[in-house]
């Protein structure tokens, strides 16, 4: 007679999915009225495991795995791979230029919008330029007198002496 102590090697791991095979004896157990700890230790199953299945069976009717939630990702591991290669080799390329480089190469057909998505998850993100005012002639006039003044300063004229160590380097 085996026990659950010498069978360790059969159990379970938590990755690993319990085979129909053995989802049948657990709701047969249920059925003929044993407990789960029994139905744990005949099958050598864990006690969460058959509890698990026993919901299952009474919410769906079925212990049959279901479909993952969720719609499947559209890049594969290869595809996101040749994307941050693209984006490591030439910064400023466009998410459209980018989109037909993958189209050409890989046959991914993916809109711009879901390569932005893919590079801001890769932690790629892109900036706008900062506005830079447009000087006028008239501007220039008027600010030139403070820039020559601003030309030649240092943190001795601006800061105590107190607070500047002087260092001569």
């Known amino acids: 007679m085996q026990t659950a102590s010498t069978n360790i090697g059969e159990r379970t791991g938590r990755s690993q999915e319990l085979s129909d095979s053995k989802r049948g004896p657990v709701i047969g157990g249920h059925l003929g009225n044993k407990s789960i700890r029994d139905i744990s230790w005949l099958l050598n199953i864990p006690?969460?495991?058959?509890?698990?299945?026993?919901?299952?069976?009474?919410?769906?009717?079925?212990?049959?795995?279901?479909?993952?939630?969720?719609?499947?990702?559209?890049?594969?591991?290869?595809?996101q791979r040749m994307l941050k290669c693209t984006v490591r080799r030439s910064h400023q390329l466009s998410a459209e230029s980018i989109a037909k480089d993958l189209q050409t190469w890989c046959g991914l057909q993916m809109s711009p919008t879901t390569v932005r998505r893919?590079?801001?998850?890769?932690?790629?993100?892109?900036?706008?330029?900062?506005?830079?005012?447009y000087i006028t002639k008239?501007?220039?006039?008027?600010?030139?007198?403070?820039?020559?003044?601003?030309?030649?300063w240092t943190l001795e004229l601006y800061l105590p002496d107190c607070i500047v160590p002087s260092v001569k380097f």
Request: charged residues 20%; aromatic residues 4%; positive net charge.
């Open 47 to 79: 006690r969460s495991t058959v509890s698990g299945i026993i919901t299952k069976w009474k919410q769906l009717g079925t212990t049959a795995t279901q479909p993952p939630s969720g719609r499947p990702r559209h890049m594969t591991g290869r595809g």
């Open 118 to 133: 893919e590079l801001h998850g890769m932690g790629f993100h892109g900036r706008a330029a900062a506005s830079k005012p």
């Open 138 to 152: 008239c501007n220039a006039k008027r600010l030139m007198p403070r820039c020559n003044a601003c030309r030649h």
